[in-house]
């Protein structure tokens, strides 16, 4: 694989912006292999993504910040850079349903996912087998009305061991507390089983069939402190009828589950998402 670093830039809109980015990436010899960006007109945004080989590129990573550090003041940047070569370490939080979580295994190994799984987290052992297959350390904290608070301190206390940035919900179903969500900001990517924000909190496939929608849908997107209400990443719809009954719709489901989940999770990983406020740009 190619070793590259990758930009990402908000800030207020004006002119030369564009310029003095290819301008101090041109005075160290970078070769740009991707750049894109995208103007918010209704805030007065910039934003900006910009990849670039390595193999040539005359500063020294670690000097970067100091060096990118006047032109991010003259234009109030909000910036990070990310490097390639630094895989996110992510965990897997998992309840009963496993077809996210075999989805996503099998992309990992397969390299279409770059990044590093130390442990998969549930609240049962019926996910037990796929973790063993694949080699993954896998840990059962139960979860119910009166320990929710110490499940979650045993769960952060993994994370931190094992030094997790990233962590996905595939098809975790608890409701992560604020605490939890407030120490992973941006970090905690969650797929739901409904076109959001219809249908949002528990059951939605079977609101649909009452409901007697024609679509029904899944979303992806990072989870905040108010339920099913994050940044939207990804999202997917298919076809159904008034023949379909709540299982049909199940089935249908998951396989737009397993689809929005693994484009949200690569998404992230390829540093090709920008939050701002409540949307996000995905630059492609």
Not at 192 to 204: E, I, N, T, V
Not at 253 to 279: N, Q, T, Y
Request: a negative charge.
């Amino acid at each position: 694989m190619t070793n590259t670093a990758t930009l990402l830039i908000s800030c207020p809109d004006r002119k030369g912006l564009v310029a003095a980015i290819a301008n101090f990436l041109y005075t160290y010899d970078a070769n740009i292999l991707h750049a894109d960006q995208h103007q918010d007109e209704a805030e007065n945004l910039f934003l900006m993504r910009v990849e670039w080989d390595l193999a040539d590129f005359k500063l020294d990573m670690n000097a970067f910040s100091a060096a990118f550090q006047p032109i991010a003041e003259r234009f109030c940047m909000d910036w990070r850079i990310k490097l390639s070569s630094r895989k996110f370490r992510m965990a897997i939080f998992v309840s009963r349903y496993d077809h996210c979580l075999v989805d996503l295994l099998h992309r990992w190994q397969s390299g279409e996912l770059q990044c590093d799984i130390p442990l998969i987290i549930s609240n049962h052992e019926d996910c037990r087998r796929h973790a063993d297959f694949y080699g993954i350390p896998y840990y059962v904290i139960p979860v119910g009305g009166n320990n929710k608070r110490e499940a979650e301190a045993q769960q952060r206390a993994l994370l931190e061991e094992h030094g997790v940035d990233l962590i996905v919900l595939a098809r975790y179903m608890q409701v992560l507390s604020a605490e939890f969500c407030a120490a992973y900001p941006r970090r905690i990517i969650n797929i739901h089983h409904s076109f959001l924000p219809a249908f949002d909190g528990a059951k939605p496939y079977h609101r649909a069939h009452e409901r007697g929608v024609k679509l029904i849908g899944a979303t992806g997107h990072y989870v905040t402190e108010v339920l099913d209400d994050g940044p939207i990443i990804e999202q997917g719809v298919i076809r159904v009828s008034h023949r379909d009954t709540i299982d049909d719709l199940i089935q249908k489901g998951r396989d737009l589950e397993r689809m929005v989940l693994s484009r949200s999770l690569r998404w992230h990983l390829d540093h090709r998402i920008l939050v701002c406020g409540k949307k996000t740009v995905i630059f492609d």
